[in-house]
């Protein structure tokens, strides 16, 4: 037995020692990416019904006119729109980061585990029933649902033959969701909260402002903090449970710290934006394809692609049919719907 135990930890030290990350490239994404994110988000404040110059915005930012109605209207709308898709996109890729590498599921993210709809689940629940909720409030009801949504979907899964495997959670998570989102509909019409819904729902980000910034950002830091702080627990995790216990890891903490930073991340994402889908689940397998395994490298990397494609899709939403526009959420489910199907048809072989 001793002899047995010795081999697997001899066989877990090697699998750590075969993760090797790519700190170069990883460097340059992050880099460079941060200097194309400023730029994206500089193009998504002056892209709008009204077209603004970039130099006006720079103006807005060092030298405000009150009374400007342009300066008005970056400050108070365009601005923190921006910088709220950045938060959210980096928050929701974060988290399919870590539920992928938790779960060793390549088709895990918040949005087909059930997590984000078990937010919008009790988020209808608090407009039906406390009408006057504050946006803290709903922010509290969406984590609480997060965890309903990732404790049902993971139950379920668990009691099928076989085990957790990728499809049958993803299935799962697909079941799940599309009840508590015919749930939280038919409590929308009983209780007449509907319109309020259908925000949420579309997945939109005109409704961001500068109080939504201010409730996001402390959960956002709070939540991407966290990750880094396990990543390199979610690196060794992911090489398998036995693996990670006979490195000396303590799986039950990770598991719980990773599952706290997901609910944080999400929950505050979808309180301020709705069902934005499939960011969490594409970015964090394009990532891991340029950086390798490290989650050292692979959340920090897929915090910056994720705020840079959700300011992009929301430039896109704004473009595609002017002067209405289109919900962001039906923008990233473009991309994300065949990616999924691919990843569904290969059964997540390769993470």
């Given at each position: 037995m001793l002899q047995s135990n010795q081999t697997k930890d001899k066989q877990g030290a090697e699998e750590e020692k075969e993760i090797k990350g790519k700190p170069l490239i990883a460097s340059v994404i992050i880099f460079l990416g941060l200097g194309i994110l400023v730029l994206a988000i500089g193009a998504s404040v002056s892209?709008?019904?009204?077209?603004?110059?970039l130099s006006t915005v720079w103006q807005s930012l060092f030298q405000f006119d009150a009374a400007s109605t342009s300066h008005q209207i970056i400050q108070r709308l365009r601005l923190p729109r921006a910088i709220g898709a950045?938060?959210?996109?980096?928050?929701?890729a974060v988290s399919g980061a870590i539920m992928q590498g938790m779960t060793r599921n390549p088709l895990?993210?918040?949005?087909?585990?059930?997590?984000?709809?078990?937010s919008l689940f009790m988020m209808a629940i608090a407009l039906a029933f406390f009408p006057h909720s504050s946006s803290f409030s709903l922010t509290i009801f969406a984590?609480?649902?997060?965890?309903?949504?990732?404790?049902?979907?993971?139950?379920?899964g668990s009691l099928s033959r076989g085990g957790l495997t990728p499809v049958k959670l993803a299935l799962a998570g697909t079941a799940i969701s599309l009840l508590l989102d015919s749930i939280s509909t038919a409590i929308g019409i009983h209780f007449d909260v509907g319109k309020d819904l259908s925000f949420w729902y579309a997945g939109g980000l005109a409704g961001v402002q500068k109080e939504s910034i201010s409730l996001?950002?402390?959960?956002?830091?709070?939540?991407?903090?966290?990750?880094?702080?396990i990543a390199r627990s979610v690196t060794v995790l992911s090489l398998g449970q036995e693996v990670a216990k006979g490195l000396g890891q303590?799986?039950?903490?990770?598991?719980?710290?990773g599952t706290i930073t997901v609910l944080l991340l999400t929950g505050a994402a979808v309180s301020v934006a709705g069902l934005i889908g499939f960011i969490g689940l594409v970015l964090p397998h394009v990532t891991r394809f340029l950086v390798g395994l490290d989650y050292r490298f692979i959340i920090p990397c897929s915090a910056v692609l994720g705020a840079l494609l959700l300011v992009i899709a929301d430039?896109?939403?704004?473009?595609?049919?002017?002067?209405?526009?289109?919900?962001?959420?039906?923008?990233?489910?473009?991309?994300?719907?065949?990616?999924?199907?691919?990843l569904a048809r290969n059964e997540g072989r390769g993470l």
């Open positions: 892209i709008g019904a009204a077209d603004i110059k950045a938060l959210i996109g980096a928050s929701l895990a993210s918040p949005s087909i585990m059930g997590i984000s709809a078990g984590m609480v649902g997060a965890g309903l949504g990732a404790c049902l979907v993971f139950g379920i996001l950002l402390p959960f956002t830091a709070i939540g991407l903090i966290l990750a880094l702080l303590n799986t039950t903490a990770v598991r719980v710290i430039i896109a939403a704004r473009m595609i049919n002017q002067p209405f526009e289109t919900p962001v959420g039906a923008v990233t489910a473009l991309i994300g719907v065949p990616f999924f199907l691919y």
